[in-house]
């Protein structure tokens, strides 16, 4: 089956700008995790979905936000882009025990 | 909180090279363990697993034991390939919490 893809694979935007990145998870999952991951601070968590519903927050300011539609496929913005949000943005999905990562997206912010 | 720590990198070996990569973690219940690799370029993909303590996780010749005495998952490998360059993730995740938390990596380069 289908593992969980990620869209767009890469993105350069400028400072102050929003962007929209998008995943769709592996047919059946129900759950949505994602991860910033960065040289400096490693995969930090940044929110879960499950049923069209947050389940969980990591610590990122507001201009991070998510959702998740009833085919479970997840969408996360940032909004007012930062310099410091270049980054590779990593989505997991799961029906069980152990998570299934896309590719990533890696969002340039200059 | 629960964390995860794992030795760091580089880790540079020659082809069969017998490969050791340290794993600790710190958890309030009865966490499942995860080693996670990460090829350039690409997501992480898990490597193996174990959910309760004593069980050995197995997987393309990587082995880990998980370790509640002494808190721990080390990642082993008897003889390393060029293709095992990667980076290597340990990695927790409590029953009661869809949180899975992420040791730093460490970066392994194994040479010919």
């Known amino acids: 089956k289908a593992g969980v893809t990620q869209t767009p694979r890469y993105l350069i935007k400028t400072r102050g700008q929003q962007v929209t990145l998008s995943c769709s998870p592996i047919s059946g999952h129900r759950s949505v995790s994602w991860y910033q991951q960065t040289p400096g601070q490693g995969l930090q968590f940044l929110f879960e979905?499950?049923?069209?519903?947050?389940?969980n927050k990591g610590n990122f300011p507001g201009r991070f936000s998510g959702r998740q539609f009833s085919n479970s496929r997840s969408e996360m913005n940032v909004s007012t882009l930062e310099l410091g949000d270049s980054a590779l943005y990593l989505c997991?999905?799961?029906?069980?025990?152990?998570?299934?990562f896309g590719s990533g997206t890696r969002l340039t912010v200059v | 909180g629960d964390s995860v720590t794992q030795m760091e990198g580089p880790v540079t070996l020659s082809e069969e090279a017998f490969l050791t990569i340290n794993c600790t973690y710190t958890?309030?219940?009865?966490?499942?363990l995860f080693w996670y690799v990460q090829y350039p370029g690409e997501g992480l993909q898990l490597l193996l697993k174990a959910t309760k303590a004593d069980d050995k996780g197995s997987n393309k010749g990587f082995e880990a034991t998980y370790r509640k005495e002494t808190t721990s998952f080390h990642l082993e490998k008897g003889s390393v390939q060029v293709s095992d360059s990667a980076v290597y993730f340990c990695?927790?995740?409590?029953?009661?919490?869809?949180?899975?938390?992420f040791g730093a990596g460490t970066r392994l380069t194994v040479k010919p």
């Open positions: 958890a309030t219940g009865y966490p499942s």
């Open positions: 997991a999905s799961t029906e069980g025990i152990g998570y299934t």
């Open positions: 979905y499950f049923s069209e519903t947050q389940r």
């Open positions: 990695a927790l995740r409590e029953s009661n919490n869809n949180d899975m938390r």
